[in-house]
């Protein structure tokens, strides 16, 4: 049973920023911010080859029904390479087709295991490399040292394999304290090894735009002192996860995947100063034909004005340049 450090517990927060929201003010008068998020996870879910108990039963192919088996399980293991060997790179090809930079949410085992894609995101294609994890496991169950050294651990191996050191995290399957406690991590590491600083967190899913949160552990320090969290959230819904997920993108909101992101962007486009997450994994919109749906939402907001496709870690940049952090204000002071 993991151990509650109330230190690292974030508050909940159903109020949010209201009725009026909150407009981001994004470069050149852009109406929305797209970010576009591949999880790279090919070679970092379970598997008896990596010392686990069984293989991966989720989010392939044969979906619920697959199952898992104590033992190698080929069928799974090469739906997971199909990522890595060709999806990926079909996504590539269509980003640059567009000229568009996105979030790379890199697991370390992965990297480790397609060192190419690592050097293509970082040298060649200037994509950005945020924290996923050293491997697709849950973590949940860890104690605070060794949640603490989780954290370093995956920061140092990404920047060793990819050469770019990791200022936004998204773990998704960590303890409840590690949200809490990355900007403290991340401070230790910038002291012990004059790495950055923690940029933003994606560990929520709970708004539309970026927010800043108060850190418990520093409620008793003068707020000249205090540094807060920048949360840029993530989301599910447009998460093509879902195609492995009941109900998928065929039934769940009428629609299908192509028209669910249309709809999607046409509302946060109309209301404006939002922003866009698109989830992507190689191993599922990275197939032929699923890729040709993306390809399709690509083309369609490719041809309207005023949209600014573009990473995590240029999104909360501008987030903290416009809106530096202020205690007590979600918002954030206006610069």
Same mark, same amino acid.
């Given at each position: 049973? #993991?151990?509650?450090?109330?230190?690292?517990?974030?508050?909940?927060?159903?109020?949010?920023?209201?009725?009026?929201?909150?407009?981001?003010?994004?470069?050149?008068?852009?109406?929305?911010?797209?970010?576009?998020?591949?999880?790279?996870?090919?070679?970092?879910?379970?598997?008896? *080859?990596?010392?686990?108990?069984?293989? +991966?039963?989720?989010?392939?192919?044969?979906?619920?029904?697959?199952?898992?088996?104590?033992? $190698?399980?080929?069928?799974?293991?090469?739906?997971? +390479?199909?990522?890595? $060997?060709?999806?990926?790179? $079909?996504?590539?090809?269509?980003?640059?087709?567009?000229?568009?930079?996105?979030?790379?949410?890199?697991?370390?085992?992965?990297?480790?295991?397609?060192?190419?894609?690592?050097?293509?995101?970082?040298?060649?294609?200037?994509?950005? %490399?945020?924290?996923?994890?050293?491997?697709?496991?849950?973590?949940?169950?860890?104690? *605070?040292?060794?949640?603490?050294?989780?954290?370093?651990?995956?920061?140092?191996?990404?920047?060793?394999?990819?050469?770019?050191? =990791?200022?936004?995290?998204?773990?998704?399957?960590?303890?409840?304290?590690?949200?809490?406690?990355?900007?403290? #991590?991340?401070?230790?590491?910038?002291?012990?090894?004059?790495?950055?600083?923690?940029?933003?967190?994606?560990?929520?899913?709970?708004?539309?735009?970026?927010?800043? #949160?108060?850190? =418990?552990?520093?409620?008793?320090?003068?707020?000249?002192?205090?540094?807060?969290?920048?949360?840029?959230?993530?989301?599910?819904?447009?998460?093509?996860?879902?195609?492995?997920?009941? /109900?998928?993108?065929?039934?769940?909101?009428?629609?299908?995947?192509?028209?669910?992101? %249309?709809?999607?962007?046409?509302?946060?486009?109309?209301?404006?100063?939002?922003?866009?997450?698109?989830?992507?994994?190689?191993?599922?919109?990275?197939?032929?034909?699923?890729? +040709?749906?993306?390809?399709?939402?690509?083309?369609? %907001?490719?041809?309207?004005?005023? #949209?600014?496709?573009?990473?995590?870690?240029?999104?909360?940049?501008?987030?903290?340049? $416009?809106?530096?952090?202020? /205690?007590?204000?979600?918002?954030?002071?206006?610069?």
């Amino acid at each position: 049973m #993991v151990q509650v450090h109330e230190q690292y517990q974030l508050p909940r927060d159903f109020e949010g920023f209201g009725a009026d929201s909150q407009d981001c003010q994004w470069p050149n008068d852009a109406r929305i911010a797209v970010s576009f998020v591949l999880n790279y996870e090919e070679g970092g879910e379970r598997s008896v *080859l990596e010392g686990d108990a069984h293989s +991966e039963p989720y989010l392939w192919e044969k979906g619920s029904s697959g199952g898992h088996r104590e033992a $190698r399980y080929l069928n799974a293991e090469q739906d997971f +390479e199909y990522g890595s $060997r060709v999806g990926v790179w $079909r996504l590539m090809r269509l980003f640059k087709e567009y000229g568009w930079k996105i979030t790379i949410y890199a697991v370390a085992r992965a990297m480790e295991l397609n060192p190419r894609f690592g050097e293509y995101c970082v040298k060649d294609a200037g994509h950005e %490399i945020a924290n996923h994890g050293l491997r697709w496991l849950d973590f949940w169950d860890l104690d *605070l040292e060794k949640d603490r050294q989780y954290i370093k651990d995956s920061c140092n191996k990404l920047q060793k394999i990819t050469g770019e050191f =990791p200022v936004g995290v998204y773990f998704g399957r960590s303890t409840v304290n590690t949200p809490g406690m990355l900007c403290e #991590v991340y401070k230790e590491m910038h002291k012990e090894q004059g790495t950055p600083k923690l940029l933003y967190s994606s560990e929520c899913y709970n708004d539309d735009v970026p927010y800043w #949160v108060d850190l =418990p552990y520093e409620k008793n320090l003068p707020d000249n002192e205090k540094e807060g969290m920048l949360l840029v959230p993530y989301n599910y819904d447009c998460n093509d996860g879902k195609f492995h997920m009941a /109900p998928g993108f065929t039934s769940s909101a009428g629609q299908l995947y192509t028209q669910y992101l %249309i709809s999607t962007f046409e509302c946060l486009y109309r209301e404006g100063g939002k922003m866009m997450n698109i989830p992507l994994h190689s191993r599922i919109t990275g197939k032929a034909g699923r890729s +040709e749906a993306l390809r399709e939402f690509c083309e369609y %907001i490719s041809k309207k004005e005023g #949209v600014w496709v573009t990473t995590r870690k240029e999104i909360a940049t501008h987030y903290r340049e $416009r809106f530096p952090y202020k /205690p007590g204000s979600r918002a954030g002071g206006a610069a």
